[in-house]
T-cell receptor, first 113, second 111 residues
Framework: DAGVTQSPTHLIKTRGQQVTLRCSPKSGHDTVSWYQQALGQGPQFIFQYYEEEERQRGNFPDRFSGHQFPNYSSELNVNALLLGDSALYLC????????????FGNGTRLTVT | DAKTTQPPSMDCAEGRAANLPCNHSTISGNEYVYWYRQIHSQGPQYIIHGLKNNETNEMASLIITEDRKSSTLILPHATLRDTAVYYCIVRSLGGSYIPTFGRGTSLIVHP
């Protein structure tokens, strides 16, 4: 049973570019959340998707957007990249939006130069 | 959601019990305590959660004080592979579950 898978594992982009990160949830999970983790910090919540809609959003600008597909997989898009967007981006899935423990992937390391 | 306070770092000898404290003095009656850990270069991993009773699973034990203002995660026989950052989170089960992670406790298990 595959857990949460994320791609790519590493990515280098230039300031001003756009990036798309992908996530496949654990089998049986229909809810996907995205987190940003800067070096030395805990993960910070970006947004959550359930039933192909954004259900909750953290304190991130509109440059951060997402999508969930009918098969529950998800994408995170970041436009107009800034140097400060360099971080580990984590995807987490759960069997529902309500209270279930999260299962995390190992993340995508994004470096913006 | 209630905030949590954890020591930034701890160390433990291999084979000994690791006791990781967490303060959550503003916790409300319907809020659970969750613990995750993050091993270097991996995503966080769920460990255990509880409401007011002590809980145990194959990974750890969770002891919650009677007033629920603090808790302790116990790794009974720590190994080198338990070296990780441990996060204590408080969250109610009503509505959507969005855990807020602080900086956690960096546990180093030494030989």
């Amino acid at each position: 049973d595959a857990g949460v898978t994320q791609s790519p594992t590493h990515l280098i982009k230039t300031r001003g570019q756009q990036v798309t990160l992908r996530c496949s949830p654990k089998s049986g999970h229909d809810t996907v959340s995205w987190y940003q983790q800067a070096l030395g910090q805990g993960p910070q919540f970006i947004f959550q998707y359930y039933e192909e809609e954004e259900r909750q959003r953290g304190n991130f600008p509109d440059r951060f957007s997402g999508h969930q597909f009918p098969n529950y997989s998800s994408e995170l898009n970041v436009n107009a990249l800034l140097l400060g967007d360099s971080a580990l981006y984590l995807c987490a899935s759960s069997p529902s939006p309500w209270g279930s423990p999260l299962h995390f992937g190992n993340g995508t390391r994004l470096t913006v130069t | 959601d209630a905030k949590t306070t954890q020591p930034p770092s701890m160390d433990c000898a291999e084979g000994r019990a690791a006791n990781l404290p967490c303060n959550h003095s503003t916790i409300s009656g319907n809020e659970y305590v969750y613990w995750y850990r993050q091993i270097h270069s991996q995503g966080p991993q769920y460990i255990i959660h509880g409401l007011k009773n002590n809980e145990t699973n194959e990974m750890a034990s969770l002891i919650i004080t009677e007033d629920r203002k603090s808790s302790t995660l116990i790794l009974p026989h720590a190994t080198l592979r338990d070296t990780a950052v441990y996060y204590c989170i408080v969250r109610s089960l009503g509505g959507s579950y969005i855990p807020t992670f602080g900086r956690g406790t960096s546990l180093i298990v030494h030989p």
